[in-house]
Structure formats: C-alpha cells, structure tokens
C-alpha cells in the first residue's frame, strides 16, 4: 500500500465523467487499498479514485468515529434518494481551504460492486448518505464549488 498524491483544484481530470472498472483485479485492489490509506492520512472521509487522478468509477468511505468501517464501491449508482432533505458543511480534500453549506439528502440507497467484484445495495442516511453523494458526484466530474449555497465560516472559539 502506498499514499497517491490527492489531486487539487484546477486539474482538469476532476471534471472528468469516470470509466466504469470492467477488470477486477490486482490493480483495482491495489488502487482502493492506496485510497484508503491516502483518505485516512489526508483525515478525509471519503475519497474518489478522480481524486488521485484516475478515470475509474471507485470509491472508498469511512465515516465512522473510530476508522473502522471503510467501505469500497466500484461501479456505484444511487438508486434511491429520500425526499427529506440535509442542510450541513461539507469540505473537500481536492479543494482543502473550501467548505461550505450544502443540501443533499437524508437517506439514499445505492448498488455497488465490492473489489472482487460482487455487487451489493446497501442503504444509509446522515453523514453516510452525504459522503456517498459527495463522492459519487466527483465519478461524473460534479465538484463542490458548484453545490455551495452559502460560505462555511469557522466560529473564533472552535
């Protein structure tokens, strides 16, 4: 396992629509294993492979508290969105001095493939949900720049 440089803003392959993953192997599991140690040591909860500069529709997320529950989905679609709604910041590790409020919502449910290839559905709700939207829009060349409704400005006290 290695760390991949995290691509910033600006480079053109962040705006780029991903390549389905046809090929289940070695290198896909080499790349999702380099994403996740790269997200980790970047303190990111979710990384997506345009994000190290590769064109394949792969990501890795870990939103739980104590940095045991990554999850890997290659090849991912939501399938479901809930109507009700989230309101929350959202940052970026491609735009590291951007964070901003952000509407996405409370509950999706998504099918993906694990790295062997084995597809799953799986449904989540919260910071879950909105990880797996932040990351599956970067798949379709979708950055956080465009979904900012409003600035995100630290308080002097945190």
Same mark, same amino acid.
């Given at each position: 396992?290695?760390?991949? =440089?995290?691509?910033?803003?600006?480079? %053109?392959?962040?705006?780029? =629509?991903?390549?389905?993953?046809?090929?289940?192997?070695?290198?896909?599991?080499?790349?999702?294993?380099?994403?996740?140690?790269?997200?980790?040591?970047?303190?990111?909860?979710?990384?997506?492979? %345009?994000?190290?500069?590769?064109?394949?529709?792969?990501?890795?997320?870990?939103?739980?508290?104590?940095?045991?529950?990554?999850?890997?989905?290659? =090849?991912?679609?939501?399938?479901?969105?809930?109507?009700?709604?989230?309101?929350?910041?959202?940052?970026?590790?491609?735009?590291?001095?951007?964070?901003?409020?952000?509407?996405?919502?409370?509950?999706?449910?998504?099918?993906?493939?694990?790295?062997?290839? =084995?597809?799953?559905?799986?449904?989540?709700?919260?910071?879950?949900?909105?990880?797996?939207?932040?990351?599956?829009?970067?798949?379709?060349?979708?950055?956080? %720049?465009?979904?900012?409704?409003?600035?995100?400005?630290?308080?002097?006290?945190?």
């Amino acid at each position: 396992m290695a760390l991949r =440089n995290i691509v910033k803003d600006g480079d %053109p392959v962040l705006l780029k =629509n991903c390549k389905p993953v046809e090929k289940f192997d070695s290198r896909l599991a080499q790349l999702l294993d380099d994403m996740a140690d790269t997200m980790y040591n970047a303190e990111g909860l979710g990384l997506a492979a %345009p994000q190290v500069g590769i064109i394949r529709r792969a990501v890795v997320i870990d939103v739980s508290q104590d940095r045991s529950g990554l999850i890997e989905l290659v =090849n991912p679609v939501i399938i479901e969105r809930s109507d009700e709604s989230q309101y929350g910041t959202e940052g970026c590790l491609s735009f590291p001095e951007m964070y901003g409020y952000v509407t996405r919502p409370k509950t999706v449910k998504f099918r993906a493939q694990d790295r062997f290839g =084995n597809e799953y559905e799986k449904e989540v709700s919260d910071l879950f949900a909105r990880a797996v939207c932040h990351e599956l829009d970067h798949l379709d060349g979708r950055v956080l %720049p465009t979904y900012i409704e409003a600035p995100y400005e630290a308080d002097e006290s945190e």
